[in-house]
């Protein structure tokens, strides 16, 4: 088996490219064929964010504004406007199927400049055959666009240390401009980077001057992204700390959450380190996190004992894990896990993140002891048959069933089939950012939605809603029913016209044709449609 291996090594190469491409083809048919692909309510909200810059109000760059990052949203851009591409997903999808392959390929790369061919395939088909890892590419979410950002930057990184060629530097900060616009993980991955190549190229070279004219170019690429942001935070909203304290913001979230309960890991270690572990072993598998500790154990060992320098470039990728500790502790971000209170699944699939670090530290080793790689390989990929013969892949569980899944937008998406059926003309008032369900669902475009992406339309319809708008959608608690205290407010000028579990909507009461008001939105029944409007 091994003498085979070496034989091939050459085309190890091949072998995973192709084997992506094949892995990324057929399971996204599958996914999209189950209409999987936009079950999790962070993929339709992807979505929707890059259909307003084209299609709305008020459309425009100015959409990208608010929480999320803007890259995912932008590479959409020339498919999101096409309907077929943007209601199927697949606007987004081909970008997550596109940095599967490049991760994978990327991970083949890193692993191969560490410790050879080898290496590499084993890095990349643990990546490339993880379950949530095949799920999560077949959807439009932004994990996967980030992975294969940040391990660009890793690989061009790991390149420079081999060569000392400034042009892998450059690169390197391109994939970072991709990184730290797509997810907030990658700002302290870039702090991080930066503090690494300046620790080994003082290390190697002791050259205080060289240190600081590459740190200068390097660091100046590297967050160019966070000092986009910043300054388009300020551009639109006059404070360039926005997405981190605004209204919508995650800290905004947080606290609303923590105010029903729901935080219970903030300023708790031992709670926020549980989530974590549950998190990545319900992601990666058992076997691949403790194989992965010996390839630690050996990593570190290598740079200590052997003064082997280039693998602090692995150990960055472990930063991630740090910097979800510190955001879940401290109440910026959380995770549910089916194993501990409040017994919910969200936000699993951060634990995604970890995958490539621990696939490069079996794959290292694994080259390193090449029957002990085998033994190890076999053993994760009957893991991920477990995975999947038992219907236990994590992330798509947490897209149907999850805190945020298809189920919990029951509600929101039948409001949405009940509007594309019912609809006849005007303006729909509706909370976007609780809702984007409603608009999805109802396939009715973005030009007849008011919501808060067009400021000024929308703060005119919340202090007039009769002369501003036709419709209005309220579900309970978000902000169009808290300002019109659940349809109270309403009911002079408007009918309700639906109601469903938390969700009702009003219509702006023709005179000539009057809809009784009663209707549906005062009994205690779960669904009340009244006849086609």
């Known amino acids: 088996m091994i003498a085979m291996i070496e034989k091939y090594k050459p085309y190890i190469k091949y072998f995973v490219l192709a084997l992506a491409i094949f892995l990324s083809l057929v399971v996204t048919a599958l996914v999209m064929y189950l209409d999987l692909a936009n079950a999790s309510g962070d993929a339709t909200a992807r979505l929707n964010l890059s259909r307003r810059v084209v299609d709305g109000t008020s459309p425009g760059f100015s959409q990208l ?34 940095a599967y392959i490049l991760a994978s390929w990327f991970l083949f790369k890193i692993g191969e400049t560490l410790a050879g061919p080898i290496a590499g395939g084993l890095a990349a088909l643990i990546f490339m055959l993880n379950p949530n890892t ?10 996967m666009f980030y992975i294969a950002a940040m391990l660009g930057a890793l690989m061009y990184a790991l390149l420079w240390a081999r060569s000392l060629k400034d042009i892998y530097l450059v690169a390197s900060g391109v994939a970072f401009l991709f990184a730290t616009l797509s997810r907030y993980d990658g700002w302290i991955f870039a702090i991080a980077t930066v503090c690494v190549v300046a620790l080994y190229l003082y290390l190697t070279s002791r050259d205080s001057k060289k240190v600081e004219a590459t740190i200068i170019l390097f660091a100046s690429l590297a ?13 639109i909203f006059d404070n360039p700390f926005y997405f981190a304290v605004g209204e919508y913001s995650s800290k905004g979230q947080q606290e609303s959450l923590a105010a029903a309960g729901f935080l219970p890991s903030r300023g708790d270690l031992e709670n926020t380190l549980a989530h974590i572990w549950y998190a990545a072993q319900m992601v990666s598998g058992w076997f691949l996190i403790i194989f992965s500790i010996f390839g630690l154990i050996y990593i570190v060992w290598q740079i200590l004992k052997h003064k082997q320098l280039r693998y602090l470039f692995v150990l960055l990728i472990g930063v991630h894990i740090v910097y979800y500790i510190l955001n879940i502790f401290g109440g910026n971000a959380v995770i549910f896990v089916p194993q501990l209170a409040p017994y919910l699944i969200f936000n699993v699939r951060y634990a995604l993140m970890f995958v490539p670090f621990f696939a490069i530290l079996v794959g290292v080793i694994g080259a390193r002891f090449q029957k002990v790689g085998i033994f190890m390989l076999v053993v994760i990929f009957i893991e991920y048959g477990v995975m999947l013969l038992s219907n236990n892949i994590i992330t798509l569980h947490e897209a149907v069933d999850g805190f945020a899944g298809a189920h919990a937008n029951e509600s929101r998406l039948e409001a949405g089939e009940w509007l594309q059926d019912n609809y006849d003309h005007g303006l729909i008032l509706v909370d976007i950012f609780n809702n984007d369900a409603v608009p999805f669902a109802s396939r009715i475009p973005f030009k007849y939605w008011v919501h808060v992406g067009d400021p000024k339309l929308f703060g005119a319809a919340l202090e007039a809603p009769e002369r501003a708008v036709d419709w209005a959608v309220l579900r309970e608690k978000d902000r169009i029913d808290e300002r019109f205290r659940s349809g109270e407010w309403l009911a002079s000028e408007f ?4 109601s469903y ?24 029944s779960d669904l009340t449609v009244p006849e086609a409007l």
């Open 223 to 235: 967050f160019l992204g966070p000092v986009l942001w910043l300054t388009w935070n300020y551009a």
């Open 495 to 498: 009918d309700c016209v639906y």
């Open 65 to 98: 504004g608010y929480v999320w990052l803007p890259a995912p949203s932008l590479v959409m851009l020339p498919f999101i406007w096409i309907d077929f591409l943007y209601y199927s997903g697949f606007a987004g999808i081909f970008f997550s199927m596109l």
């Open 134 to 143: 095949l799920y999560m590419q077949a959807t439009p979410l932004s994990e």
């Open 501 to 524: 579990q938390d969700v009702k909507i009003y219509k702006l009461r023709d005179k000539s044709q009057r809809v009784a008001a009663t209707l549906g939105c005062n009994q205690n």
